[in-house]
């Protein structure tokens, strides 16, 4: 019997957030098979599907960095997959590999849209998507090639607990940095200073958050990382350090809402009064250097210097459209991943072993 494969496909453009079982059509087709493969492409099963927070911008009609996913399109997204068949000289059947499969559970993925995973031992699979995979890597590139951090430095993070902020903060540390990390609730900012290493850890949901952030830059910022926007960036904008550099990575406060105008931000004339440097970036401006990041930061992980943190929401492809809201409700402690097969089943390789 032909094997069965569901698939997310764009239903409609949210206003505000996804709503599951609306914002996309759940399909059921016949899953395609390794005669539907051309030279150069490879036939995958999905083991880990990749949850973004720039997934929700990808929803817009609006100027950004990629394309909208149109109506009826599959929808995007990076997994861990496995190969089972292949006519790509770059993959071997039984193989896992970083694949741009999108959000269903079989998919045929051309050379150009999957990597093989490369890492040392002491890491685990799902690093290649997380801690040294695209979020690692953008923690990696931003503070490396932006931030610049000195030892001695203060630098503070927001979305500290996240994905991209777990690994920002640690790398800072590793460069010497005195490192805050700004997270939304009390469990995270303890994972930040008992788990991770951070030096502080503010609750920025706290009634007494804005004296705490005073109270805890009294040198003022030399880096500052924005994952959130919003009220929190203007708060650091007047704790800029003169010569700071103001990472922008992200603006996740204003996900749901980007169909309206800006509110604006406060403080802004601090970026003159302090020379301040903001710059945005996106992490494929690097893609030709990521063979380097991944290679330190898998090196970091091995080495015991960074820790991965991950939350894995079980239950198939079928609970992508539930578990995204994870990301906008603060539902998640580092990368958020859907298992959309355990990876022990139905072969012998497992997460441990590699
Ligand atoms: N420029 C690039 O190339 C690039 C690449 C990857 C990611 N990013 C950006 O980096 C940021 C983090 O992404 P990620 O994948 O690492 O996700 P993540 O941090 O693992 O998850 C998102 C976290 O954001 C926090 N959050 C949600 N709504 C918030 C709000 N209104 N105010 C403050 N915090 C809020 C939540 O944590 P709390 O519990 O702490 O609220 C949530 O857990 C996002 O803005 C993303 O778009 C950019």
């Keep these: 019997m032909a094997r069965k494969n569901l698939t ?32 150069g492409q490879i036939l995958v099963e999905n083991i880990y599907l990749s949850l973004d927070p720039a997934m929700r911008t990808w929803l817009y009609d609006i100027r950004s960095y990629v394309p909208p996913v149109a109506i009826g ?34 998919a045929v993925v ?27 890597m953008t923690a990696y590139f931003g503070l490396t090639d932006i931030g610049k951090p000195k030892a001695g430095e203060t630098v503070v993070v927001s979305g500290a607990a996240g994905a991209t902020g777990s690994v920002v903060g640690q790398i800072a540390k590793i460069n010497g940095a005195r490192v805050i990390g700004l997270a939304g609730s009390d469990d995270k900012c303890k994972v930040l200073t008992e788990e991770l290493g951070f030096d502080v850890a503010l ?14 830059t009294p040198d003022y910022i030399d880096v500052y990382w924005d994952n959130v926007g ?52 996106i992490v494929t401006d690097f893609r030709d250097r ?24 079980k239950g198939g492809i079928k609970v992508a459209d539930v578990a995204i809201s994870n990301l906008f409700e603060g539902g998640n402690t580092g990368k958020l991943l859907v298992e959309v097969k355990p990876i022990d089943q139905g072969n012998e390789n497992s997460r441990s072993l590699l």
């Excluded at 051309?110 to 690692?136: C, H, S, W």
């Excluded at 990521?290 to 929401?313: C, H, M, N, R």
């Design 230 to 281: 919003g009220d929190i960036l203007e708060k650091a904008l007047a704790r800029a350090a003169t010569k700071s550099r103001f990472v922008m990575c992200g603006s996740i406060s204003r996900y749901n809402g980007l169909e309206k105008e800006s509110p604006g931000i406060r403080n802004l004339f601090v970026v003159v009064t302090q020379r301040v440097r903001m710059e945005g970036f």
């Design 290 to 313: 990521y063979p380097e990041a991944k290679k330190q930061l898998g090196q970091w992980i091995a080495e015991g210097k960074l820790k991965s943190k991950e939350t894995i929401v």
């Design 110 to 136: 051309g050379d150009a849209e999957f990597e093989p995973i490369v890492l040392p031992k002491g890491t685990q699979i799902t690093d290649a998507i997380g801690a040294a995979g695209m979020t690692g």
């Design 73 to 106: 399109e599959k929808m995007r997204g990076g997994s861990i997959a496995r190969v089972l068949a292949t006519k790509s000289a770059k993959a071997k059947e039984g193989e896992y590999v970083y694949a741009g499969s999108g959000w269903t559970e079989v």
């Design 203 to 216: 609750n920025y949901k706290s009634p007494t958050f804005a004296e705490d952030f005073v109270k805890a």
């Design 8 to 39: 997310f496909h764009l239903a409609e453009r949210p206003k505000g957030n996804i709503v599951p079982g609306k914002t996309f059509n759940l399909v059921e087709t016949d899953a395609p098979t390794a005669s539907d493969l051309k030279d």
